[in-house]
């Protein structure tokens, strides 16, 4: 599969999702890099704004396993993992996989389960394996967690901590629509659209998981020189660096930079990184990882607008 081959099927990848999901171009654009990068997403917004949609979407297009986990309360680690059970019939001992043996994991509301059962994604987000009673089992290729959280309910809710934010490759913001995509998608649903039938609505898949899987090695491929490596380099160091955070990048967002660029510039048909490639992937990657000073949160400045002082800090290469 050939850069431009690739930029192709993304391109196709994003005709077919705008069937069903309309006005998140943005947010669609960084799940397919993070599918394509091996990278997992933490989606951020209020409820009813399309993101188990897309989650839905993407693992339609690409033929991918999905399953969905409500997280809840009382949810207990061995209800994502699984536990093994003894077969009288046997004498032995057999695992009952749970939900997280699949390709594309949705967590719905992530950030409701207890730290206990939060902490039981760790190791699958990093490894892609887990361990049950000392047996290690391997997940299947790709594994992709897609994570949501309501940025405005607090009650009864557990703040991801700092070790499990790392491991997401992006965080990403889903707002609104604007009132001309409200619009159309009310205009679907009068005529008769249904988000839980994606078939009827004639989303075709444009590849395979294996496919996926296969194209990362021609994204492994993309060339990064020297100048571009020096520029994420520095944007690192300035953000541990800078007097709005207490907390800078930490080193595996660097090298979430670096993939994720690589990802974008083949999506694009580029077999090269440049600059904005660098741009556009430090905020989805830096927002959830980064720390601010208190006094910087009273000034009414939010993680985005700090990322945007420390890019314009960094001289860009030519």
Same mark, same amino acid.
């Given at each position: 599969?050939?850069?431009? #081959? ?11 999702? +705008?069937?069903?999901? #309309? *006005?998140?171009?943005?947010?669609? &654009?960084?799940? %397919? #890099?993070?599918?394509?990068?091996? *990278?997992?997403?933490? =989606? /951020?917004? #209020? ?6 949609? !897309? ?12 399953? @969905? ?6 949810? !207990? ?20 996989? *749970? ?11 992530? +950030? ?12 699958? !987000?990093? &490894?892609?394996?887990? +361990?049950?009673? *000392? ?26 901590? /700092? ?10 913001? %889903?707002?609104?629509?604007? !009132?001309?995509?409200?619009? &159309?998608?009310?205009? @679907? ?36 020189? &020297? ?73 009414? =400045? ?6 945007? @002082? ?9």
């Amino acid at each position: 599969m050939e850069p431009n #081959v690739l930029q192709k099927v993304y391109r196709r990848l994003r005709e077919e999702a +705008n069937k069903v999901v #309309v *006005g998140l171009d943005g947010p669609f &654009e960084l799940l %397919v #890099v993070a599918l394509f990068t091996g *990278g997992h997403v933490l =989606l /951020e917004g #209020v409820p009813g704004t399309a993101k188990t949609l !897309m989650a839905k979407t993407l693992a339609h297009l690409v033929q991918a396993q999905f399953t @969905r986990i409500q997280f809840t309360p009382d949810l !207990m680690p061995s209800d994502v993992l699984g536990t093994t059970v003894f077969d009288i019939a046997t004498s032995s001992f057999n695992l009952r996989k *749970g939900p997280i043996f699949t390709q594309i994991l949705l967590g719905d509301e992530i +950030n409701r389960a207890p730290a206990k059962t939060q902490s039981a994604l760790l190791e699958a !987000m990093e &490894e892609r394996q887990v +361990n049950l009673d *000392g047996v290690r089992h391997e997940l299947a290729r790709p594994f992709m967690v897609i994570a949501t959280q309501n940025p405005i309910e607090y009650e009864g809710t557990y703040p991801l901590p /700092e070790a499990q934010l790392d491991r997401f490759l992006f965080k990403v913001v %889903v707002s609104y629509s604007p !009132m001309a995509d409200e619009l &159309e998608i009310l205009r @679907r649903y009068h005529h008769g659209f249904d988000a839980h039938n994606l078939a009827a609505a004639n989303l075709q898949p444009i590849l395979t998981a294996q496919q996926v899987v296969e194209a990362r090695q021609l994204i492994n491929q993309v060339v990064v020189e &020297e100048g571009i490596l020096n520029y994420i380099g520095q944007i690192v160091a300035a953000s541990r660096q800078s007097p709005d955070l207490i907390l800078g990048a930490s080193t595996r967002a660097a090298t979430h930079v670096l993939l994720a660029a690589k990802t974008l510039a083949a999506l694009q048909g580029r077999n090269f990184v440049v600059p904005d490639d660098i741009k556009f992937v430090v905020t989805p990657i830096f927002r959830h990882r980064l720390i601010l000073k208190p006094e910087v949160e009273i000034e009414g =400045l939010d993680a985005d607008a700090v990322i945007q @002082r420390i890019l314009g800090q960094v001289a860009v290469p030519r």
